[in-house]
């Protein structure tokens, strides 16, 4: 017991037990601790039971407030007719298909290749430690139009072709080589495959997968005297694997 | 387990209403200190009886409850100078908590009996 007969309980405590009082609804509380720090109690008594005081009201409060939560009336109770239950499930399995399918294209097969982002080469020798696993490298060479020296076009946007996995659950390599014509405004206007060297004859889409990407590349235009001229590329494609 | 006891058991577990053993100290507070159960007094009947300290915020939060469930009613006194201006909160125990505490204290009773250890009144 200290401070007996001291005039007022310590201020910071009591300043909080008012702050919190009319929260809590618990007046008759604070006034049983000033009436007995005026009967004796200690300080450290009054602060710890205003501690205490606080945290059990708050606890309280949320308890009841949870409380009144769960005895809110239920929603009406919606009886759903047979084809209609049928319908909305189907619905939810569809959705769930749907999304499972994308998170396993998205995350399970990006998990499985080891580059997930291909490297890509531009320019002679390039193919200078070029080798990747599981994923194609693309370089482009040679650039021209018939015999004049131009201002070749210069790729500014280059998609990789896909390695389909059934390409690499048969570990094909090899290369695809293809003539890409290139319009003035820098489209692709048209391709022509004019190698395909792949380690096996089950090809698995790969000559369809870059005959298809390259159509989406798009180019910086070739130049003759600073116009802008319709030019022709050829692209080399290499699949490589680490088991090579 | 004599076989009464443990249909009485089951008879009680069938009631949803339970009292947490601070629960049943705080009513018996109640009913020793009549008309002058107050937040003070009712910690000190505690205190005294049990050897603890008692914080009074549990105390308040156990009467509440028992108010909740109907055991238990309260009201208010007049506001006073040595109480900071606030006034106390007088709590009495209805016929309804008085019914439990009964069951209880039979309850208890007819779980004591029989068992060696706790024969003779000795700690």
């Known amino acids: 017991m200290t401070e007996v007969g001291s005039p007022d309980p310590p201020k910071l405590a009591t300043w909080l037990m008012e702050q919190f009082s009319p929260l809590l609804q618990n007046a008759p509380l604070a006034g049983d601790l000033v009436e007995s720090f005026k009967d004796g109690r200690s300080s450290n008594w009054y602060c710890r039971q205003v501690f205490w005081a606080i945290l059990i009201g708050l606890l309280n409060l949320f308890r009841r407030g949870w409380r009144r939560l769960r005895a809110t009336p239920p929603m009406k109770e919606v009886r759903m007719s047979r084809p209609k239950l049928v319908g909305s499930l189907a619905i939810v399995l569809v959705a769930l298909v749907t999304v499972g399918w994308w998170a396993t294209k998205t995350f399970w097969l990006a998990a499985q290749s080891t580059h997930p982002t291909p490297m890509i080469f531009y320019g002679s020798g390039a193919m200078e430690g070029g080798r990747c696993f599981g994923c194609p490298v693309v370089s482009v060479s040679e650039v021209y139009v018939g015999d004049t020296q131009i201002k070749g076009p210069v790729p500014v946007s280059m998609h990789v072709p896909h390695y389909t996995p059934l390409a690499q659950k048969n570990k094909v390599w090899g290369a695809v080589v293809a003539l890409v014509d290139v319009d003035a405004s820098g489209g692709v206007a048209g391709v022509k495959l004019t190698k395909v060297d792949l380690s096996s004859s089950i090809s698995a889409g790969l000559e369809q997968g870059v005959n298809n990407t390259l159509l989406t590349w798009k180019f910086k235009p070739a130049t003759e005297k600073g116009k802008p001229v319709p030019a022709t590329v050829q692209a080399q494609v290499n699949f490589f694997f680490d088991s090579l | ?123």
């Open chain 2, 1 to 123: 387990l004599p076989l009464f006891d443990f249909f009485i058991i089951i008879e009680y577990m069938k009631n949803p209403i339970y009292l947490s053993d601070f629960e049943l100290i705080a009513m018996l507070a109640l009913l020793r200190l009549r008309d002058n159960a107050y937040g003070v007094p009712i910690a000190r009947e505690i205190e005294e009886q049990t050897k603890r300290e008692v914080k009074l915020g549990s105390v308040y939060a156990a009467l509440e409850r028992l108010e909740e469930k109907g055991f238990v009613v309260s009201e208010l006194g007049e506001p006073t100078q040595e109480r900071g201006g606030r006034a106390k909160r007088y709590f009495r125990v209805t016929s309804q908590g008085l019914r439990l505490v009964r069951e209880t204290q039979q309850t208890l009773i007819k779980l004591w009996r029989g068992v060696p250890e706790l024969e003779g009144g000795r700690l």
